[in-house]
């Protein structure tokens, strides 16, 4: 990365361009919605909740007079959603540059998806491998395409227990689960990125977190809220890593994109490492069999 202080000021005019960005009715989602449709890309805002959907898709048109946006219903905690959201997706367009794979849950009450999994997993990670699963052809048809899924710091904690990933037989931890999703995140990056390489396909599959960023994905827990006002960095600044992984210029596929300050916590994006147990390859290809079983999706490279 050429320029240390790199924001949205640095994004090239991204007209021609065809942008989902899961979860974007708010946070970190929504300001990438925002800013790729001020950069002149056609947004999709694909979101569980349709009136927040629109009451985003109005603040951006708001400021930005002649945005294209558009809002599409999406579920990611449910799989039927996720196949009706890509099958109209793929009726309704014939190209995907960027797919930013956002939404989340963070330590709700202990509860399962329309299909049995855990909350967090199954929304978090479950959710968006079938949905990048279904819009991989037209990604792949796509020149330059690139998925973005964003992680979170939390990944350090995570140690995925493929004996009871949905938590049927342990005392469910919220923190500890959360952060069983956030590693998903990069095994699946990891996977997917190896995988298409030795395709040779030029679809790069990256991941970013947000460092230290106050969003309403807090709300389950009081702590953050008021820790929030001592560490958390704004949204805008929040969004830089996966803006800078959806648009960089010397991004690479399977790079990991997060804040630069002390601790990652706050400040302009970098390239980033994650922590050794996430580089698990074995474990990486472990979750992509597992998850493959789970959603019954199966990937055709």
Known sequence: MK????????????????????GSSSGIGFEAARVMAKKN????????????????????VSEIKDAKVKVMKLDLADLGSVKRFAEEFKRSYKKLDIL???????????????NGFELQMGTNHLGHFALTQQLL????????SRIV?????????????????????????????????????????SELSKKLREKGTDTIVTSAHPGW?????????????????????NVSMGTLPTLYAAVGQDVKSGDFYGPSGFMEMRGYPKKVSPNKRS???STAAKLWEVSENLTGVKYKI
């Open 213 to 233: 960023t106050a969003t309403e994905l807090q709300r389950h827990n009081s702590a953050f809220d008021f820790l929030n006002r001592f560490f958390a960095q």
């Open 3 to 22: 320029k240390k202080k790199w924001d949205i000021e640095n994004i090239s005019d991204q007209s021609g361009k065809t942008v989902i960005v899961t």
């Open 100 to 114: 930013i794979n956002n939404a989340g849950v963070m330590m709700p009450p202990y509860s399962k998806t329309a």
């Open 279 to 281: 580089q698990d390859m």
């Open 149 to 189: 899924n964003v992680s979170s710091m939390a990944h350090k904690s995570g140690n995925i227990n493929f004996d009871d990933i949905n938590w049927d037989n342990r005392k469910y931890k919220p923190m500890k689960s959360y952060g069983d999703s956030k590693i998903a995140n990069l095994y699946f990056t």
């Open 41 to 60: 890309a056609e947004v999709i805002i694909a979101v569980r909740n349709d009136a927040k959907g629109e009451k985003a898709l109005k603040k951006i």
């Open 137 to 144: 052809d037209i990604l792949n048809n796509t020149k330059g």
